[in-house]
């Protein structure tokens, strides 16, 4: 159970709702990191896929979102990318429960691949150490002989080949091939949010095949059952 709602939780009603379901994601999100303990990260979010037979689910960080989707990277030969690649349809969903507020929303949509251009323009962002686990890590298969000690002594050496005085360093690490970037372009957007004594509040944002007049993307809300 969450923490207790004080009584001026917000209320959502439709008429203040905003017409773009990523400004309200971003309202929340921000409410979210000032509230969130620290070691708490408000930007991971449970990423479920499905190779067209089982459904899988796993955390990602979402590094960015704007209105053309959410973005996150992972490595090319986890379980993740084959499914995404089998089957490119997926559902991010965040869960945040801060004292005041306790609030869940889910993005349904497309996914395409980052292209190389866009992949090397985000690695050279990268923290030298998180550059030096992606490197290390053979995602999902099984460690040889050694085990956690033979992990640590690559990484040393990986440490001492990239010594973190060097200035160049975030650049000379070298991208590797299975780090692949994901965009998940949503055409479903619910957002769920819970109410002091009450029945929570719950939204919908779906996708409308018809343009704005201004030729912008236009979503249709609807206020769900709770």
Known sequence: ????????????????????????????LEHANQK???YQMASAMCLSTSDK??????????????????LFFTNGNSKKSGDLEKLPNAALTS???????TRSVRIEGTVRKIPEEGLLKAWSMVPRANKIQITLSE??????????????KKQRELEEKYPESSAETATTIP???????????PR?????????????????????????????????INRLNP
Do not use: C
């Open 188 to 220: 479903r957007i619910e957002f769920w949010h819970e109410r002091q004594a009450s029945f929570p509040d719950r939204f919908e944002y779906k996708l409308s095949d018809e343009k704005s007049t201004d030729d912008t993307v236009n979503w249709v």
């Open 53 to 70: 037979e089982n459904v899988s689910g796993r955390m990602v960080m979402v590094r960015k979102f704007d209105q053309t989707g959410f």
């Open 95 to 101: 869960y945040w429960s801060t004292e005041g507020s």
């Open 1 to 28: 159970m969450g923490p207790k709602l004080t009584k001026d939780a917000v209320l959502l009603v439709e008429s203040t709702l905003p017409k773009d379901p990523i400004t309200l994601f971003s309202s929340w």
């Open 36 to 38: 969130l303990p620290k």
């Open 175 to 185: 991208k590797p091939d299975y780090w692949v970037g994901y965009k998940l372009i």
């Open 139 to 152: 995602f999902s298969s099984s460690v040889a002989s050694g085990g956690r000690e033979e992990l640590e």
